[in-house]
């Protein structure tokens, strides 16, 4: 058996049409099943629903043999024990600071003033407001980031961008882009060894199913 991790909304939504290229069909609906293990028209395959920041832990210690996760997601995760063959070019986005749009994030930059930085993603903020020498105070969010530089509790945010929509809607402005995400398949690098004809079938097969 090959179980496949997945995170509902997006990851799943955006994998299903990849897996379906590949010849596999998912037997049930997850926003209408409260399944957590859903089996696919490959018997020897059930895909199971992690929350997305969960899915590296879960292939990494075997949980699951393979699953799909956020490039985000797998610098804060750290991708020990992961082997990560493919970018799926989904789940698209990108990592940007944002400030309120009344708040002179070029001048206090400039000043060399010291920034409070509310985020999800403290490992890439880190580094990135390192690597550009400046000082911050990171203050670690679950959620609703856009909501700190509005009451006070941070100057900027470090959070995933992709229409820019809601960051308009509250106010904010994206002043940095750090990089490009996108969704990776991540593989569990004993199962690999372990089932190894399945899974290269597997890998080769979502691989084929890419867009070109
Ligand atoms: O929701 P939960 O806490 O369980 O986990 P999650 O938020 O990480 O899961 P999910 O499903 O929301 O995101 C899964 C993955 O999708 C992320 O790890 C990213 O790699 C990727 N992704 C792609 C995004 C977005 N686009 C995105 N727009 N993840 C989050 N957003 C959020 C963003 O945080 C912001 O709040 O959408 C909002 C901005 O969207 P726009 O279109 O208004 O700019
Ligand atoms: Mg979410």
Do not use: W
């Not at 998912?26 to 018997?43: F, Q, V």
């Not at 590296?56 to 997601?73: E, N, S």
């Not at 509790?153 to 990089?179: C, Q, Y």
Request: aromatic residues 4%.
């Amino acid at each position: 058996m090959i179980t496949l991790a997945l995170s509902k909304g997006r990851i799943f939504d955006e994998t299903l049409p990849l897996l379906e290229a590949a010849g596999i069909r998912i037997a049930e609906d997850p926003e209408k099943s409260r399944k957590l293990i859903i089996g696919t028209s490959r018997g020897d395959l059930r895909v199971v629903l992690v929350r997305a920041s969960d899915v590296p832990t879960y292939v990494q210690f075997g949980g699951a043999d393979l699953g799909v996760a956020g490039k985000d997601v797998l610098i804060e995760h750290g991708g020990d024990g992961l082997y990560q063959p493919l970018d799926l070019r989904i789940a698209k986005c990108r990592m940007s600071v944002a400030v309120r749009d009344d708040f002179d994030y070029a001048a206090a930059v400039r000043q060399g003033s010291r920034l409070r930085v509310a985020t999800k993603y403290t490992l890439t903020a880190r580094q990135h407001f390192s690597d550009k020498g400046v000082h911050v105070d990171l203050i670690k969010l679950y959620g609703s980031m856009e909501l700190a530089p509005l009451t006070g509790l941070a100057d900027a945010i470090v959070d995933m961008v992709s229409t820019g929509a809601t960051l308009k809607a509250n106010h904010l402005l994206e002043v940095e882009r750090i990089m490009d995400i996108s969704a990776r398949l991540v593989v569990n690098q004993a199962a690999l060894k372990l089932k190894r004809e399945p899974l290269r079938a597997l890998i080769d097969a979502i691989a084929t199913a890419l867009p070109p």
